[in-house]
C-alpha cells in the first residue's frame, strides 16, 4: 500500500500525525506498539513539543492510547469497532440523503468533482489521499442537508481515518470504489428521496468491514 508524503504546508504536528497514521495502516507500526517521542522526534528532525501534540490529537480520535507511566502504544482497533461506526454512519446518511433529495439541493457539481479526485488517488493506489476525498463526498451531502446537529455528530464519527483503517485491511478495488458513488449522485438527482436512501445506506454498508467480507 502506498502513501502519500506528507505536504510541506502542514504544521509538523500534522506531518508527524499523517506520518504515524501511514505507518499503522502500513503495517510499519502494529497494534501494541510503543510510540517514542525522542525516537518519532529523530526521525521527524524536530523537537519533543510537535510529536506530543500530534500523539495527544491520535489519542483524542482513538488511534493511540496513553498510560501513566507506561507511555504511548497503538491502539488495538477492532472490526467490530469500526462496523458498528459504519451502522451510525448509514442512518446518518441515510437521513442526508433523503433530504438533500427532498430540498434538490445543487449538489452534483461538487460530488463529480470529489469522484474524480478518487478515481485519482484510487488509481496512484493512494488511501490517505482517497479517504480525504471520499469524506468530502459524503461530507457535501450532509451539510447539504442543512441539519447542523447532523454534521456535528457525523463528523464526530472521525470517519476519514477510520475508513483508512478499514480499507487496508480489506482487499478492495479502489477504482470500483470511487465508481460506486455515482448511483449516490444519480438517485440523488433522479429526485426519489427513497431511491436515495436506500442506495445510500446500501453503499456505506457495502464498505464496512462485514461488508468487505
Not at 502542514?10 to 510510540?35: C, F, M, N, W, Y
Not at 488495538?76 to 454512519?89: C, N
Request: glycine share 4%; hydrophobic share 45%.
Amino acid at each position: 500500500m502506498s502513501v502519500a508524503v506528507p505536504p510541506s504546508q502542514l504544521s509538523l504536528a500534522e506531518q508527524i500525525k499523517t506520518h504515524l497514521v501511514a505507518q499503522i495502516t502500513s503495517g510499519a507500526l502494529a497494534p501494541g506498539d510503543r510510540l517514542v517521542e525522542l525516537k518519532i522526534a529523530a526521525e521527524m528532525q524536530t523537537s519533543q513539543a510537535p510529536v506530543r501534540e500530534a500523539l495527544r490529537e491520535l489519542e483524542a480520535i482513538g488511534v493511540v492510547e496513553t498510560r501513566r507511566n507506561r507511555g504511548s502504544r497503538v491502539r488495538v482497533i477492532s472490526d467490530a469497532e469500526l462496523q458498528e461506526m459504519y451502522e451510525v454512519r448509514a442512518q446518518l446518511e441515510v437521513f442526508a440523503a433523503r433530504r438533500v433529495t427532498e430540498t434538490k439541493a445543487p449538489l452534483k457539481q461538487e460530488l463529480m468533482q470529489c469522484i474524480q479526485k478518487m478515481r485519482k488517488a484510487a488509481r496512484a493506489q493512494d488511501f490517505l489521499e482517497y479517504a480525504k476525498h471520499n469524506f468530502m463526498f459524503h461530507r457535501h451531502i450532509v451539510t447539504a442537508s442543512g441539519n447542523s446537529v447532523l454534521l456535528e455528530v457525523w463528523e464526530n464519527l472521525n470517519i476519514p481515518l477510520r475508513s483508512v483503517f478499514n480499507l487496508s485491511r480489506a482487499d478492495r478495488d479502489l477504482v470500483l470504489l470511487a465508481e460506486s458513488h455515482l448511483a449516490i449522485v444519480d438517485a440523488i438527482a433522479a429526485g426519489d428521496p427513497e431511491l436515495a436512501a436506500r442506495v445510500t445506506h446500501a453503499h456505506v454498508i457495502d464498505n464496512s468491514p462485514q461488508g468487505n467480507g
